[in-house]
């Protein structure tokens, strides 16, 4: 997700290992799993917020259900910093290493040694050469396509869009990809405007560009946010506007602040797809439980996105992150990357 160019301000000191519940064992698991002991480290390039805080508590239910001892190393937007975590999850001999976020070229020899120690790596936001690295990522080909499907049956196919985009990040250039294929397939969508920002404060900066390209085509009456960042700002702009009956906005990925936004009375923010932070989180550590017992299929491992609507939340009094987890099933991903021995670990 995009959320990885989000501050972190948390230590480069590790926590305690978490004590797991089934220190023995689990029973009827493959090994190592039968024996109990397993180590894992979870080291964040950012931390802070709700994307992250989420995605780690789906990273210590999951491996406390799987009787996993894990360590985690929270992010200071720092690559040398996490150099020197992946260093240090190596020399406490983890078996497994999930990397969530971080600069692939400043941290792939280290990732390497720990390769060459047998240590499953897995990654998410984090471009890497090697082949053995287990890769989680959102289809971003189905998440955006459920986005706009949701546009088309609000809007029709020939509405006027505005598009706001940024050149350079490899979650919003795949996004890209579906964009424009969409517009050759919908030829009467027409694109009026394009515009972007990624700072400290895309939000606001988003929301000063929105207010400026609905100016200059006040005929614009979708707008296409592929981050929630810049669906906030669209929002923003179109509240200040007066404009919330006329303009829709749409986006990807979802928080319990973007939820309250979108629940808003009048708001124009309708509908977004995602994945469940805590359910990705959850997801990375059963795929390294998998490669450790050689059950993992493909070190590319996919997570489906899903739809969510203004009006589901509405209908269902959806107020934040945990209760859509409970109230929307597939969107927790408890059926992703998972094996008959694994333990569930809850809703939220």
């Known amino acids: 997700m995009l959320r990885c160019h989000l501050l972190a301000t948390l230590a ?3 926590l305690l290992f978490a004590g797991p519940a089934f220190a023995a064992g689990l029973p009827g698991a493959p090994a190592p799993f039968d024996k109990g002991g397993v180590k894992l480290a979870l080291i964040v390039y950012l931390s802070g917020g709700d994307y992250y805080q989420n995605y780690e508590a789906g990273v210590k239910r999951q491996a406390e259900a799987l009787g996993i001892e894990l360590r985690s190393f929270q992010g200071r937007q720092k690559p040398d910093e996490q ?20 600069k692939g ?3 792939a020899d280290v990732v390497d040694e720990a390769l060459k120690a047998g240590i499953k790596v897995a990654v998410q936001n984090v471009e890497l050469p090697q082949k053995e690295v287990i890769v989680i990522d959102q ?5 955006l396509g459920l986005v706009l499907g949701q546009a088309v049956k609000d809007n029709g196919d020939a509405f006027k869009a505005g598009y706001i985009y940024v050149e350079g990040f490899p979650a919003l250039d795949k996004r890209d990809k579906v964009w424009q294929a969409f517009k050759k397939d919908h ?14 404060t895309p939000a606001q900066t988003t929301a000063n560009q929105t207010a400026a390209a609905l100016r200059a085509n006040p005929d614009i009456n979708v707008i296409l946010g592929p981050w929630d960042e810049f669906a906030r700002g669209a929002k923003i702009a179109v509240d200040e506007a007066g404009l919330a009956d006329q303009v829709k906005v749409y986006s990807v990925d979802v928080s319990t602040s973007d939820i309250q936004a979108i629940r808003e009375p009048g708001s124009a923010w309708v509908a977004t797809a995602a994945i469940s932070a805590s359910g990705t989180g959850a997801a990375a550590v059963r795929a390294v439980a998998l490669a450790l017992t050689g059950e993992l299929k ?12 203004r009006q589901f939340l509405l209908d269902n009094d959806v107020k934040n992150e945990e209760q859509l987890n409970a109230k929307l099933p597939e969107f927790r991903l408890e059926g992703a990357v998972t094996a008959s021995w694994i333990r569930p670990v809850g809703t939220n």
């Open 12 to 14: 480069l000191t590790p």
């Open 83 to 102: 150099r020197e975590q992946i260093r240090q999850a190596i020399n406490l001999g983890v078996q497994g290493i999930i990397l969530a976020g971080g």
């Open 105 to 107: 070229e400043a941290i």
């Open 139 to 143: 289809d971003e080909s189905k998440q």
């Open 187 to 200: 030829p009467k969508v027409e694109q009026k405007a394009q515009w972007g920002a990624v700072d400290d």
């Open 298 to 309: 493909d070190t590319k491992v996919l997570l489906p996105p899903t739809l969510i609507t």
